[in-house]
T-cell receptor, first 111, second 113 residues
Framework: QKEVEQNSGPLSVPEGAIASLNCTYSDRGSQSFFWYRQYSGKSPELIMSIYSNGDKEDGRFTAQLNKASQYVSLLIRDSQPSDSATYLC???????????FGRGTSLIVHP | ETGVTQSPTHLIKTRGQQVTLRCSSQSGHNTVSWYQQALGQGPQFIFQYYREEENGRGNFPPRFSGLQFPNYSSELNVNALELDDSALYLCASELTGGTDTQYFGPGTRLTVL
C-alpha cells in the first residue's frame, strides 16, 4: 500500500515556540518531498521542497529528510499565530511523478 | 497569487446531475493536474493532462473526465453526481511535469445535495 502518513493533530504550540511536524512514507525509492501549507478554505501553497538527506532551511522553516528511516519533518521556529494552518506532506510514490498527499496536520499557534 | 484561476468558486448540484469545473493555468505551463479534497483529507489525485493528452490517472471512476485546451485552460467533468463527490476540487499547473513545482488554483467547492 502506497501511503503518506501524518498525524492529523491538532498540534497546539505557544507563540514563539518551535512547531515540529512529521511525515512518514511507504516507498524507500522516493526522491522528492514537499511541504504545503493550507489555510482553512484556501488551496495548498508550497512552502518547502527537499530532495537530499539532511536539513534544508528557508527562513523560519527547516525541512529534515531521513530516507533510511523514511520520514520527513518540518520545523517552524518562532511560531506565529499566522502559522496556524494545516500542513500537508506530499511525496511521489512507486516511481510516479505525481505526489501522494498525506491527510495533513492541523497546527494551532496560540498567543 | 499563483496565476492559476478556477471557476466557479462555489457550486451546488443535486445527485445525478453533471458538472463542469474550469481551470486556467499559468501561461506556458503544459501540465495540469486535478485533485479532489474531501473535508479533513489531503488532496487525492484525479488525473493529469500534458499538452492536451491524459498523462496519468488516479483511482477515480470514468464518470470523472477532463479536457485540456491549447490556451492553457482545462476542464473537469463529473457525470452522475453522487453525494460523496462533495469536495474541494483543485487544479494545479506546472511547467512540464516530473518534479516541477505545482501551482494550485484557489479551488471550486462543490456541494452535492
Amino acid at each position: 500500500q502506497k501511503e503518506v502518513e501524518q498525524n492529523s493533530g491538532p498540534l497546539s504550540v505557544p507563540e514563539g515556540a518551535i512547531a515540529s511536524l512529521n511525515c512518514t512514507y511507504s516507498d524507500r525509492g522516493s526522491q522528492s518531498f514537499f511541504w504545503y501549507r493550507q489555510y482553512s478554505g484556501k488551496s495548498p501553497e508550497l512552502i518547502m521542497s527537499i530532495y537530499s538527506n539532511g536539513d534544508k532551511e528557508d527562513g523560519r522553516f527547516t525541512a529534515q529528510l531521513n530516507k533510511a528511516s523514511q520520514y520527513v519533518s518540518l520545523l517552524i521556529r518562532d511560531s506565529q499565530p499566522s502559522d496556524s494552518a494545516t500542513y500537508l506532506c506530499a511525496v511521489p510514490l512507486g516511481g510516479s511523478y505525481i505526489p501522494t498527499f498525506g491527510r495533513g496536520t492541523s497546527l494551532i499557534v496560540h498567543p | 497569487e499563483t496565476g492559476v484561476t478556477q471557476s466557479p468558486t462555489h457550486l451546488i448540484k443535486t445527485r445525478g446531475q453533471q458538472v463542469t469545473l474550469r481551470c486556467s493555468s499559468q501561461s506556458g505551463h503544459n501540465t495540469v493536474s486535478w485533485y479532489q479534497q474531501a473535508l479533513g483529507q489531503g488532496p487525492q489525485f484525479i488525473f493529469q493532462y500534458y499538452r492536451e493528452e491524459e498523462n496519468g490517472r488516479g483511482n477515480f471512476p470514468p464518470r470523472f473526465s477532463g479536457l485540456q485546451f491549447p490556451n492553457y485552460s482545462s476542464e473537469l467533468n463529473v457525470n452522475a453526481l453522487e453525494l460523496d463527490d462533495s469536495a474541494l476540487y483543485l487544479c494545479a499547473s506546472e511547467l512540464t511535469g516530473g518534479t516541477d513545482t505545482q501551482y494550485f488554483g484557489p479551488g471550486t467547492r462543490l456541494t452535492v445535495l
